[in-house]
């Protein structure tokens, strides 16, 4: 299992994942509640996740969020949360992958044999650990982004109006406010940052640049959205990337857009599957260190699996709740306290240096 | 090693995704080409579909049912039902045409005059079309003097042997002369579902070849005519000229030189040919024309336009006046029948800051009793 993960890595991984996050499963309700004026939304929400991530970097131990509770007696509850939320995060990662697969490219095939097909490559990335999954993402990333750029362009070269986002405000600053707090639950996946802080050479480079990076892609994806439908004017806003190019020029020149979309979000998607199985195994394993690494990743991904196999309209209230990024920020906060006790103790292990 | 064998592994069940699990035969296909909507004479909606009979190179098609009659033409096949709603009619089509039925290659949706004036049924039939049945969102729409079935009947390729092909450049060359608009499904869609903004859809008719010995009402210009008054006697007996605005309890036609006017306003026509006591100049817009639109004017709203024009005669000033008073003519008679198929609201609501700000400006009532300024640029 390959931990040893980089900065730039880590940069890239973050700003796809949270892409991922603001693009797929969530940006059919913020444009339901903004209309257009959502790109307002997405840019508020990207600075103050931006100088979020940079406080709580600063706040996570240098020994990382992890090893703290390792050493600490009564901890062991710490990375069970962390487990919790990480299984959240990927199951909900895997429901929106499954759909996405559903929706435009085998409509017939049943979900079971989706999941299926998806199960050896999340599970490998589980194995092999989040370096691997990282350096992958890394690779493809500059395809996926210039992939991404010529759909946009494509789409809206000769047919955006900017009129389109007129009343600058849509449904008002309440509204907007709304959006962007909803927009900030992408919060629940920083703790990637407290985990991975010993061996980041600049967390808070990546801790900065991986939102910046993000609230960049996904605004543009938005501003590209808005130039082509007015509020409203797509029939349906679920996947709004897809809408876009099904709608747009992109498809005068290419027909057959699902294949093409499809391709574009299908390793985002899995990264962020893999990136979870990755870090709620980790996670496991500081609780349960007497246990072999590898085989803790089992649990995480039967986990995520048992809970993002159905998709909305079939799965009962209880799991549409849990499986809400709203609902599984919340499991961030009670990791602020072993954050908070190790820095403490961290800061005065210095103190007692230099007087030493 | 293993990792070697890993990216094989998923290498071999990436290309699962090639969806042969789903793969569907071309022959258990059938691709509809145009859709015609009518009121039904037993049930409430009529649909009738025209698709490509595809048959194997080198063998005759096999008569299907209708054998030389008027289902089948030219290598299309048409099939006609009726039901209480598309759904509906599009479950009977299944039934009668037992194949997978892919309008993502849908070229045409034509609706009957009469239809149009339900206003409900419409609706639903675009709604479920792009939403349920997965049509082609750049599908034209047509607006049909007369039955639907019958220009859709009419429907045969003039230039070679694809309907496709003919349709699309029959469009292209019609929408670059600016008699008909660009009229996608989505964009339709879009502004005949929401209230104030008004759909345009391409006006057509089966000319009856009746006209070129005895010519039909005129405006003043060679293209003042809409579809189906045309004198002419040609291969293709559908006319392609005009529009057809819907307002919100209101259907308009304009001809084929109020359809270059409006084009012209949209932005969309680069050259117009002026008639004026028997001598023709020709007109050339390099830009669209700036509008601005001040709603809350302490003189009362105002609309102003300005148009580029070019023309290549010394004395252009009456033909640009003629231009002005023509466009003025339009846009008042728009005005009145509460139509803004330019889109001036767009530009109104600049002035608004929130969607609430906007609704409290009443858009209707200051756009019903604004003023235009026309002028050449």
């Not at chain 1, 949270?18 to 903004?34: I, P, R």
């Not at chain 1, 005068?252 to 093409?260: G, M």
């Not at chain 2, 909507?37 to 595809?54: F, N, S, V």
């Amino acid at each position: 299992m390959n931990d040893s993960i980089r900065t730039p890595e880590m940069t890239v991984l973050l700003a796809s994942i949270l892409t991922a996050q603001w693009f797929s499963s969530t940006g059919n309700g913020f444009l339901d509640a903004c209309g257009n004026a959502v790109i307002w939304a997405i840019l508020a929400a990207g600075l103050l996740l931006t100088l979020l991530s940079l406080l709580l970097v600063r706040l996570a131990p240098k020994r990382g969020l992890l090893t703290v509770c390792q050493e600490r007696k009564g901890f062991f509850l710490f990375p069970l949360i962390s487990f919790a939320l990480f299984s959240l995060l990927a199951a909900t990662a895997l429901r929106d992958t499954l759909s996405m697969l559903s929706t435009f490219l085998l409509p017939h095939t049943p979900r079971w044999f989706l999941l299926l097909m998806l199960l050896p490559v999340i599970g490998l990335a589980g194995w092999l650990g989040i370096a691997s999954v990282a350096r992958s993402i890394k690779l493809v990333g500059p395809a996926l982004l210039a992939l991404y750029a010529v759909v946009l362009v494509l789409s809206v070269w000769n047919q955006g109006d900017v009129y389109n986002f007129f009343p600058l405000l849509g449904n008002g600053v309440p509204a907007l406010g709304k959006t962007a707090l909803s927009a900030l639950s992408v919060t629940a996946w920083l703790p990637m940052l407290w985990i991975d802080k010993p061996q980041l050479e600049g967390t808070g480079r990546a801790g900065m640049r991986a939102p910046l990076y993000a609230t960049a892609i996904s605004l543009a994806g938005y501003i590209a959205y808005g130039l082509l439908f007015s509020g409203g004017g797509a029939a349906t806003t679920t996947f709004p990337l897809h809408r876009l190019s099904a709608a747009g020029g992109f498809s005068h020149s290419f027909q057959r857009t699902h294949a093409l979309f499809v391709f574009a979000w299908l390793p985002v998607q899995v990264a962020a599957v893999g990136a979870g199985i990755c870090y709620a195994a980790r996670s496991l394993h500081a609780a349960l260190p007497a246990a072999p690494g590898r085989i803790l990743v089992i649990p995480p991904l039967a986990l995520a699996c048992a809970l993002g196999f159905r998709d909305i309209e079939h799965s009962p209230m209880w799991l549409n709740t849990l499986l809400q990024t709203n609902l599984q920020s919340l499991l961030v906060l009670p990791l602020l306290l072993p954050m908070i006790v190790g820095k403490a103790a961290e800061r005065r292990r210095e103190k007692e240096a230099r007087h030493a | 090693m293993r990792k070697w064998a890993a990216v094989l592994l998923m290498a071999a069940l990436a290309m699962q995704l090639t969806g042969c699990y789903d793969a569907v035969d071309l022959g258990d296909q059938i691709f509809a080409i145009n859709l015609a909507l009518d009121k039904g004479e037993t049930k409430a909606l009529r649909l009738t579909m025209q698709y490509p009979q595809i048959t194997p190179v080198g063998k005759e098609g096999a008569d299907s049912g209708g054998g030389n009659s008027d289902l089948k033409k030219d290598g299309y096949l048409i099939e006609q039902v009726e039901g209480d709603d598309l759904s509906a009619c599009l479950t009977l089509m299944r039934m009668v045409t037992p194949r997978k039925m892919d309008l993502m290659q849908l070229r045409g949706i034509f609706i009957s005059e009469t239809l149009a004036n339900s206003r409900v049924t419409v609706q639903e039939c675009l709604s479920a079309l792009l939403s349920t049945h997965n049509a082609r969102p750049t599908a034209t729409v047509f607006l049909t003097r007369g039955r639907a079935e019958d220009v859709l009947s009419a429907q045969v390729p003039l230039f070679g042997a694809r309907l496709s092909k003919s349709q699309s450049a029959q469009s292209s060359q019609l929408q670059e002369q600016g008699v008909i608009t660009a009229s996608p499904l989505n964009t339709f869609y879009y502004c005949f579902a929401t209230p104030g903004c008004s759909a345009v859809a391409v006006l057509t008719a089966v000319n009856g070849m009746q006209y070129i010995s005895a010519p039909s009402s005129q405006g003043t210009q060679a293209t003042s005519y809409l579809a189906g008054d045309v004198p002419r006697n040609t291969v293709g007996t559908t006319d392609y000229c005009g529009c057809a605005v819907f307002g919100d309890e209101d259907l308009m036609f304009l001809d084929g030189y109020e359809t270059q006017l409006l084009n012209l306003m949209l932005g969309k026509l680069r050259e117009l040919n002026m008639e004026i006591g028997g001598r023709t100049v020709s007109l050339y817009f390099p830009r669209a024309p700036r509008i601005k639109v001040k709603p809350l004017d302490p003189d009362g709203p105002r609309i102003a336009i300005r148009v580029p024009v070019l023309c290549d005669v010394p004395d252009a000033a009456p033909y640009t006046q003629r231009l002005i008073d023509d466009l003025a003519t339009l846009l008042l008679k728009l005005q009145q029948r509460k139509m803004d198929p330019v889109d001036f609201a767009q530009r109104a609501r600049v002035s608004a800051l929130t969607l609430e700000d906007w609704g409290a400006m009443d858009w209707p009532a200051l756009y019903a009793r604004a003023v235009f300024d026309i002028s050449i640029a």
